[in-house]
């Protein structure tokens, strides 16, 4: 057999591989596909969705009780709290923001994917965000705080792991079965296998 019979079967084989979906590359997940697996915003926009207890995942308040847990924090009355994401105020906008029932406690988070601190970004957020006794920064290895911070005692790190490890955790709780929650729940184990891949 030539070189050039050999190289024939082999596109041969190629194609067929590819008829049949068995020769691949590029993109794996949707954020993928979407050019978004590195987007701050919409990370940001699932952890305030995760943290919602009116949320159609069924996670209820577990998740507001998993964070307060992590952070040493007492969150009463998680079932009542109210998220926000990019709330912007004078000189920052914070990523996201849970209130307790009341304003009896509150929790400021800034995360990063890929792009670094802002000028004097932490130093901004503490000035806006004077009420809350934590202010949250998320990075991938969650092993420092803003080096822009001028209050650095007020500031707790969590990593980007931690969030994707118990997003999985609470989603191996039974659920309602109602189909908007296995919906939700099928969000949330999407968006941890593209998070895993991505900013973990």
């Not at 940001?44 to 209820?60: E, I, K, N, Q, S």
């Not at 001028?150 to 969030?163: H, K």
Request: aromatic share 6%; with cysteine; proline share 4%.
């Amino acid at each position: 057999m030539t070189d050039l019979e050999r190289f024939a079967r082999m596109v041969t084989t190629q194609r067929r591989m590819i008829d049949r979906g068995e020769w691949s590359y590029g993109p794996v997940t949707l954020l993928e596909v979407l050019n978004l697996e590195h987007s701050e915003v919409h990370h940001c926009r699932v952890l305030r969705w995760l943290l919602d207890p009116l949320a159609h995942h069924g996670l209820g308040a577990t998740f507001i009780r998993e964070l307060g847990n992590c952070l040493h924090l007492d969150v009463s009355q998680p079932q009542r709290a109210r998220v926000d994401a990019e709330e912007p105020r004078a000189r920052s906008s914070a990523d996201v923001v849970v209130r307790g029932a009341g304003g009896t406690w509150m929790i400021v988070i800034e995360a990063k994917v890929n792009a670094g601190e802002g000028g004097c970004q932490a130093a901004r957020l503490e000035l806006d965000w004077p009420e809350p006794a934590v202010l949250v920064f998320v990075t991938r290895r969650g092993d420092y705080v803003p080096v822009t911070a001028q209050a650095s005692e007020r500031w707790r790190s969590l990593s980007w792991a931690w969030v994707i490890d118990t997003a999985r955790s609470l989603l191996a709780r039974p659920s309602s079965g109602a189909t908007s929650e296995a919906r939700a729940r099928e969000a949330i184990a999407t968006w941890t296998r593209s998070a895993e891949r991505s900013i973990r």
